[in-house]
């Protein structure tokens, strides 16, 4: 029998549909709801398609409950109940108390038919009603969500009728990249293998595969024989018996196949990590000790361990080996746990030879300079999976970036970490990206680029997107590989290449857990996103997170072929956050896709992973470098051969220029709030260039930075943005066919044209200043020069006050402490957008926030009956409504920095103060010199305030809106005043150190490393004297 010819297709995702035992007839339907957003339309909640969803409005106000959908079902039918299926993450706007209706007439519904609260579940909840009721339209009331948020969402909503399924056509713009209805195909092949003859039969399936390697007579027979038993046994003990012999041939014939035809397997022992979140998990401070490096001979039959290192390093913990192509070495991380405080444990990168000799500390030794990015000092530095490169050198994952997470605001010690790379001896340590968020897991595909797990949450959920990425050993050509859009899996880490093929085996995980789930296979040629690339291996367990938590999990997995995988297995139900499991929930297994869960090896103490057959293996190609000489360069360059060739429309001609932003990573663990909205990215508007008519666009940009585009019309404003981010090495040049293109149909790098004009950035609006944007410093001044004098000063029309006047709220989360003017501006309802954190659309559509989304771009750009439009008199000039352009499209920030020693926070320094006021008393009159301080001094950047500007010449670049105005910064009462404002400007407590506080009590909480850099350092030092010169 052909195994290939016995593929079936479960539904094993909670999908509305599933509670049908036949296939129902479809019939389309029409729905309406009293609130909803573009993308989250009503529509989505009967389309059949769990990755959409109706969500009410979050953008602009948030209407509170009750809310409704009223389903118009086009005739009567009899309504049996009703099913709903929460938003995959069971996050914002899970129904908890609600009503069910069912009526003739969609204006009067009478009494409920049915009434209650739904529990947390990600899975379906099925509502049967008492006694059925028929009728033509159906309504769905949520009177209450789960924690008392004013918003309803449903993934999937089924009005329950025999023998019907009730579907919308969906909305043409739902909020799903990638994905279709259909669930991912299974692996799994063999039957229930609970009794004699489905035993029997995953035997003769076994067989079957085995034997398109080769014929194997014996194991033929062998089979028959039992068959024939099978036949002649009646008896419950004798067919026990028959049971595990049957059993043990299927062993025996899996474990023949050529693919295991190896005598050693290196296996890791370790429990599992004592704090069970992807952020925290491989910090030496979570790890727990365990026996190491083992290797396993005559593992097939009866294991014997060997450990490798056999007390050559002190007690402690090891992470994620790697074996050289040759089989001779063993890269791995270990964190000695001879340091008797948990919280300096660190991993550093090692190598050793299979056979235990030539130990060597690569990272964190003397030679090490534990140098941080651009200097920084905020976190431990730290080392692990380590990864053989085929050029020789040695791709890991490291702390060197220096950052802390963002979504985590402090509440715990939790860095982030990035890709890097070292030579093999350990020298020239430098990143291979520059993120701003956590990367896990390298490793080496046939092609000789490195295979990784980035997270992706710049202005999107920061739960659902850590996806897999390809980049090439020199840091270049980083692409996309899978999962950027998907949000199910919620998590995709430890990706490997499969033996002969172009596909990756990889664990579908969640985001907080360790890493640990369910097994699936990616094939790149079916696509890039969504549920058609996906196979899963190990179908009994759900997608940890987005399906709810099984009650097995895998990790670790080493693919042998298509169909048979080393790995780690637990049998105890996945531990979220919070939770732990057991120190020896771990142990080696083989996995087959006929459905086979072979045990390979147990250790009764501790938890077993990351299983390697110790055989050499095919040596990757080396691609060539393409930044050779250039690492002095501060600069590449991008090109796109076509802004137009996109996943979403424009109309040709209406993209004029293209916006470069720059990311700023969280410096330290913990940081005040900069925005409105949570855990925001500072961004910086490095500038614009033109883009041509035939949508090409070529530039230069800095080099080690993340960087962001967004295509702007002819008002500048931003038509369509990214939320990834891209970034260039020294001398790189890049190159796509367009933006947001479909790489699975198009290539993502094409040829530099030589006769392409490549553009210097034309700088943004405004003053030039370090960090990303400052609401105080570029947007403050406009205020100032034109809307103080209606809202702030004497009077506040429309409730609106623009004063620059910082607010003197506590700063903890969820309380930004800003200017009244910001305060005003983003919480008048519709006036500004804003991407809110975990609120913001799964994936960017034309003008769906920022400027164009809101009302005050356009009221600049247009006027009213209150305000004179774009140029005219009185009105906001262009240099203006760029500067708020700018600002309404980085989301609105207020802070461009993660400082707790802001310059926004300095107050006036009183004698500085009182002379400054005399002397503008003295200048231009007591009325003047009794304005709010805010209103004369931009206590940021001095030269920007209203004092200095409005009586100096619009030749001079000021405001003319005093007589007698100076007519240039030369003049001596200008300089009088200058050297009065600065006077009068207070100081700061503290100033950053290595991008720590500095102050005392530390806010930072990341003051401490410096201190246990210097430690480790001295201590690496020690170490080399005490052990003498090198032979």
């Not at 360059?637 to 040709?652: A, L, N």
């Not at 003197?808 to 800003?818: F, H, V, Y």
């Amino acid at each position: 029998m052909n195994r290939r010819s016995i593929l079936f297709s479960l539904c094993l995702l909670p999908t509305i549909t599933s509670i049908f035992a036949a296939e129902p007839k479809v019939v389309y339907v029409k729905a309406r709801v009293d609130s909803e957003v573009s993308g989250y339309e009503g529509v989505n909640a009967l389309d059949g398609n769990p990755n959409t969803m109706w969500h009410t409005q979050f953008r602009n106000g948030n209407p509170k409950h009750p809310h409704e959908i009223v389903v118009d079902l086009g005739k009567s039918y009899e309504i049996t109940g009703f099913a709903y299926l929460p938003r995959p993450d069971g996050g914002n706007g899970t129904i908890k108390d609600y009503e069910f209706y069912v009526s003739e007439d969609d204006k009067e519904f009478g009494p409920p038919v049915a009434k209650g609260a739904i529990g947390r579940s990600l899975s379906v909840t099925t509502v049967r009603l008492r006694a059925n009721k028929t009728g033509r339209y159906a309504k769905l009331v949520a009177l209450s969500e789960i924690a008392g948020r004013p918003w309803t969402s449903i993934a999937g909503l089924q009005v329950l009728s025999d023998g019907v399924e009730f579907r919308t056509q969906g909305s043409r713009g739902a909020v799903v990249r990638g994905s279709s209805p259909s669930r991912p195909a299974l692996k799994r092949q063999g039957p229930d293998d609970g009794t004699v003859a489905g035993a029997l039969e995953f035997a003769r399936q076994t067989l079957a595969y085995v034997q398109e390697t080769a014929p194997l007579p014996q194991f033929s027979e062998e089979l028959k024989t039992l068959e024939r038993k099978a036949e002649q046994t009646a008896d419950d003990a004798e067919r026990q018996t028959l049971y595990a012999e049957i059993k043990n041939l299927r062993r025996r014939i899996i474990l023949s196949h050529p693919a295991l035809d190896f005598q050693r397997l290196l296996i890791n022992k370790r429990p599992p990590p004592a704090f069970s979140h992807q952020s925290d998990q491989y910090l030496g401070r979570y790890s727990g000790l365990g026996d190491g490096l083992v290797i396993l001979d005559d593992w097939k039959t009866d294991p014997k361990p060997t450990g490798v290192l056999s007390g050559q390093l002190p007690p402690g913990s090891m992470l994620h080996p790697d074996l050289s192509f040759d089989a001779r070495k063993i890269l791995f991380s270990y964190c000695d746990h001879g340091e008797p405080r948990a919280d300096l444990r660190r991993f550093f990168v090692y190598e050793v030879n299979v056979d235990g000799s030539g130990l060597r500390q690569i990272t964190g030794t003397a030679i090490d300079p534990l140098e941080g990015f651009e200097g920084r000092q905020t976190v431990m530095i730290e080392d692990w999976d380590p990864s053989y490169l085929p050029d020789g050198g040695i791709a890991f994952i490291s702390t060197r970036n220096q950052a802390g997470v963002r979504c985590h605001h402090g509440g715990r010690y939790c860095p982030t970490y990035t890709l890097y790379r070292c030579e093999h001896d350990g020298s020239d340590i430098r990143p291979m990206v520059y993120g701003e968020a956590n990367e896990w897991d390298p490793s080496v595909m046939h092609d000789g680029r490195i295979i990784w797990t980035r997270w992706d949450y710049i202005n999107r959920h920061d739960t659902i997107y850590q996806s897999l990425w390809t980049i090439r050993p020199d840091g270049t050509g980083t692409a996309h590989f899978y999962g950027n859009y998907s949000r199910n899996p919620c998590s995709i880490a430890e990706a490997r290449s499969i033996p002969g093929s172009h596909k990756v085996v990889a664990t579908a995980t969640a985001h907080h857990s360790y890493t640990a789930g369910s097994m699936i296979v990616i094939d790149p040629l079916v696509g890039q996103d969504g549920d058609a690339p996906l196979e899963r291996v190990t179908p009994e367990i759900p997608f940890p997170e987005t399906e709810g938590w099984g009650q097995n999990a895998t990790a670790t997995p080493w693919p042998l072929n298509e169909d048979l995988f080393l790995v780690a297995y637990s049998q105890e139900t996945h531990a979220r956050q919070g939770g732990r499991n057991s120190p020896n929930a771990y142990a080696i297994y083989l996995v087959d896709t006929l459905g086979g869960r072979e045990l390979i090896y147990r250790d009764a103490e501790q938890s077993c992973f990351a299983p390697m057959p110790i055989v050499s293996r095919p040596m990757p190609p080396t691609l060539p470098s393409t930044l050779a000489a250039k690492e002095e360069e501060e600069t590449g360059v991008f090109y796109v051969r076509d802004v137009y060739q996109s996943t979403e429309e424009y109309p040709q001609g209406s993209i004029k220029s293209l916006r470069v932003l720059r990311m700023y990573p969280q410096t330290t663990i913990r940081v005040p709030d900069r925005s409105a909205t949570l855990f925001e990215t500072p961004k910086q508007v490095l500038g614009t260039v033109p883009v041509e008519e035939d949508g090409s666009v070529a530039f230069r940009a800095p080099a080690k930075q993340p960087l962001m585009f967004q295509l702007l019309d002819e008002n500048g404003m931003a038509v369509m943005g990214m939320r990834s981010f891209v970034y260039l090495h020294p001398g790189e040049t890049a190159t796509c066919v367009g933006c947001h293109e479909q790489r699975n149909s198009s290539p993502t790098r094409v040829p530099l044209p030589s006769d392409v004009s490549i553009h210097e950035l034309a700088p943004s609006a405004g003053p030039r200043y370090d960090g990303g944007l400052s609401f105080a410093r570029t947007v403050q001044p406009v205020l100032d020069r034109h809307c103080i004098g209606c809202h702030g000063l004497e009077k506040t029309e429309g409730g609106i006050n623009l004063l620059g006047t910082m607010d003197a709220g506590p700063l903890k989360l969820g309380n930004i402490r800003a200017s009244a003017a910001y305060h005003s501006l983003t919480r008048k309802p519709g006036l500004v957008s804003i991407a809110h954190r975990n609120k913001e659309t799964a994936f960017s559509v034309p003008k769906d926030y920022y400027s164009h989304a809101g009302r005050l771009a356009r009221l600049l750009l247009d006027g009213d009956e209150h305000h004179k439009p774009l140029g005219g008199p009185n009105g906001v000039d262009r240099d203006g409504f760029q500067r708020i352009v700018d600002w309404l499209d980085v989301n609105a920030e207020f802070y461009g920095d993660y400082s707790w020693n802001k310059q926004e926070w300095v107050g006036s320094e009183p004698d500085g103060e009182k002379a400054l006021r005399a002397f503008v008393a003295a200048t231009f009159g007591p009325e003047l010199a009794e304005e709010p301080y805010a209103a004369l001094v931009n206590v940021c950047v001095p030269t920007e305030s209203r004092i200095l500007k409005a009586p100096l010449a619009v030749e001079s670049s000021g405001w003319s809106q005093i007589d007698s105005a100076w007519a240039s910064t030369q003049d001596t009462g200008y300089k009088r005043m200058l050297d009065l404002v600065e006077a009068s400007i207070g100081t700061l407590e503290s100033r950053d150190i290595c991008g720590t506080c500095n102050r005392t009590p530390c806010e930072c909480r990341g003051c401490w490393v410096r201190q246990a850099r210097a430690d480790h350092q001295e201590k690496a030092a020690l170490q080399v004297t005490d052990a003498g010169p090198s032979p």
